[in-house]
DNA sequence: CATCCGGCCGTAAACGTTTACAGATCGTTG
DNA sequence: CAACGATCTGTAAACGTTTACGGCCGGATG
């Protein structure tokens, strides 16, 4: 008993082949006889099957991996939290790798897909997909559900479906939003413009801004990291340099937290002076006060709908690429109506 | 090139056979011809192997399991973070496993260790370690670290070590503090009494009380659970009851946000009328306003401490049983010092 | 020149399954 | 009673590795 009962412990003390072990176990017709004999004898052993044998002969592993910048991003959080118990459903186990958003880390995730440890892979590249990582797509056999921009030029036969959000239109409704409440001088804190969602959203606020027929004025806006502390700093430079900003756009959560911070040590009231409205809508967005004014980019329909397309490729085959896109939308909270409104419900 | 290439593919372009094959793939003594030999060939054909195969023959899959209630949980995401880094450092694979909290989904956890598909887990459970666990723990013969209270009476020969946090110091941390700064009337926020840790901290309440010398009043105390919008529906009703409390400790910081949203709605200042501490010391806890105040049982600790228990029995083999035990701390912020210090740095 | 030794290498078995194929067993039918 | 067909079962191969073992070849030694 030090190592576990196999087919063939149970073949010999049933007295039938290991291939009648086999066929009960698996539900193929046998004879009642026999069904009950090997039954008996893998109830008696404790038997329970090899996972990695199965894998080996089946050529499936039951497994999925997610690939993301960092889990302790609550944007990522939301994804696994959807994906999760749909992969469960389905039978599927589930992998994370925190990449760091490295293109190195990123690039050997997909590369790591020819090992066959996983059946498909959801990935979501911080900077973009670059050459090599189609390649490694291409070259992977294995189907890839990307979380983010995707060129439009992939290859024929290329195994990767794509979940989007429209990160312009999202941009739009919070301008829209600003404007429509009064505010004119709206700063702009972003993130760097070599990410993918940096390089979006400021081209996403020009338009805006021209389409609501403001001036764009670069004094109103900062570039900096996706974090608070970068928001602070950002903030604090922006309304040094142009006091009379009425509303503050945030590139996330995050960077809004920072601005909150600045304008409450500059006793500056939120949203009377200044309104802010951050982007991802967050956990964080319902606990800070005023509770913060966000643009959801629906990251808990994104990890569903990279878990559905993944899920609906390994179970029916071959098919088209597809594409699905999640429109974003704007939940209003205290950051951005007077008065503030009484902050949200449960997490 | 439909199927990958094997290290048959490339014993045969090489003019060798497959045992050589493997040899110079494993850098295992050979002639610096057949050398070269093999790894043109595997250069030329792409080679990558088989994860599975070497998995079935080696008999470890170089993967690691963790199992907790909930990924959304601030806390298991901050074990996540540092538990990811190190098991990869070691060559290792990440799986999660999202229980809900439910002891029929660790018990399927612990049981699916005998099929093999991870060489060792790492689990939290909710609802502590019943008999049923334990069965499951012995009959795994893969290692496991359980996060949490474990029983002493754990049989011989268990492949099991244990990080625990001392959430009873916790409390009495917290209860010092408010002491401390002149609070008398410390009203209790708790979680459900079944789960270990709304066991011990009730437990721990009481002590801390007596050992300051104060009354424990069954009127100060509020049972819910762990959840936002429960901690307001508790503070309401203790704060009807008992208008004269000066202090709300919390058994975690969601409650303690739900906290924070009463007393906003009933105008009471805090920590002027009202001081209010958290547990966990989660990142929420420095975007509250005023910040929060939290007892920190060290989640990023106990994750670190984990992983490190895990790998070192994975790589040296049997040993005695250990238990790690991290010692929580309290940091203070805006929610029980006046005034208020200003917002806490970065996430 | 025969012997021995050491270094490489190839054959084959093993890891634990699933499944194609052929053989065995049974009942049914002419 | 022989022949047949339908069921069931066992043998063996396959999935892609790693590795024990023995054979072969070279050079060095007596």
Redesign the pocket.
């Known amino acids: 008993m030090t ?6 412990t149970i ?1 010999q003390r049933a ?12 539900g ?8 009950r004999r090997v039954m008996r004898a893998a109830d008696e052993l404790g ?4 996972s ?3 894998s ?4 499936r592993t039951d497994q999925i991996a997610f690939a993301m910048a960092d889990i302790g991003n609550p944007v990522y959080v939301a994804m696994v939290r959807e994906i999760q118990p749909l992969l469960k459903a389905a039978g599927y186990r589930l992998l994370i790798h925190s990449t760091d958003g490295e293109a190195e880390d990123e690039l050997g995730v997909l590369r790591g897909l020819r090992e066959r440890y996983v059946d498909g892979l959801i990935i979501s590249p911080l900077r973009g997909v670059t050459e090599e990582h189609v390649e490694a797509i291409v070259a992977a056999r294995a189907p890839v559900v990307v979380i983010g921009a995707l060129p439009d030029d992939m290859p024929e036969g290329a195994l990767v479906d794509n979940v989007r959000t429209d990160s312009r239109a999202g941009v739009r409704l919070a301008l829209d939003h600003l404007h429509t409440i009064g505010r004119r001088r709206i700063g702009f804190l972003n993130g760097p413009l070599d990410t993918v969602p940096g390089a979006a959203r400021a081209a996403a606020y020009r338009e805006a801004l021209e389409a609501l027929g403001l001036p764009y004025d670069e004094d109103l806006v900062e570039v900096g990291d996706f974090y608070r502390d970068s928001g602070a700093r950002a903030a604090r430079a922006l309304l040094s340099r142009v006091p009379g900003v009425d509303a503050l756009m945030c590139a996330n959560d995050l960077i809004a937290l920072g601005a909150l911070d600045v304008l409450r040590e500059q006793g500056r009231d939120v949203p009377g002076d200044v309104a802010v409205v951050g982007m991802d809508d967050t956990d964080l967005a319902s606990v800070t006060w005023p509770t913060l004014t966000s643009v959801s980019l629906g990251s808990a329909e994104r990890g569903r709908a990279a878990a559905g397309l993944l899920l609906d490729r390994l179970q029916n085959g071959p098919r088209e690429p597809r594409v699905s896109v999640v429109r974003p939308s704007l939940t209003v909270r205290g950051s951005t109506t007077l008065p503030p409104a009484s902050p949200g419900g449960a997490r």
């Open positions: 190592e576990g009962p196999t087919i063939t073949a007295g039938v082949s290991i291939a009648s072990v086999s066929r009960v176990l698996n193929l017709p046998t004879r009642e006889d026999t069904v038997y329970v099957p090899n990695v044998a199965r080996l002969r089946n050529r």
